[in-house]
């Protein structure tokens, strides 16, 4: 099992900066592939970003590239979501997700078997 709590989650203007944060438990983190999703109101879960469980592959949604950064430090068992240049469109509760790896292919938007509560990120206008 794998627990995750994400964190970091706010209020802020658009133009402005968080950054989420995603610790985890239970699971060697070095072998968990790492991701963030989003969810509006009235809206379906989207992909934001991944990461694998080395570090060395990143993926991020076009509406986000270039913004948003994700990165891990397993040292810390914890992934990070750097949100800078926030838009009013990017008002969502954020979610991270994990799965273990061991072997094979990585693939950044499907297949996480383990969610975080999810944290509320709001960008007023």
């Known amino acids: 099992q794998v627990q995750l709590v994400e964190s970091g989650g706010g209020l802020v203007q658009a133009g402005g900066s968080l950054r989420l944060s995603c610790a985890a438990s239970?699971?060697?983190?070095?072998?968990?592939?790492m991701g963030w999703y989003r969810q509006a109101p009235g809206q379906e879960r989207e992909f934001v970003a991944a990461?694998?469980?080395?570090?060395?592959?990143?993926l991020y949604a076009d509406s986000v590239k270039g913004r948003f950064t994700i990165s891990k430090v397993n040292a810390e068992n914890t992934n990070y979501l750097q949100m800078n240049s926030l838009k009013p469109e990017d008002t969502a509760i954020y979610y991270c997700?994990?799965?273990?790896?061991?072997?094979?292919?990585?693939?950044?938007?499907?297949?996480?078997?383990?969610w975080g509560q999810g944290t509320q990120v709001t960008v007023s206008s």
């Open positions: 990461i694998s469980w080395s570090g060395d592959n990143l």
């Open positions: 997700g994990a799965k273990v790896r061991l072997y094979g292919t990585w693939s950044p938007t499907t297949g996480y078997a383990y």
């Open positions: 239970g699971r060697t983190f070095n072998s968990l592939d």
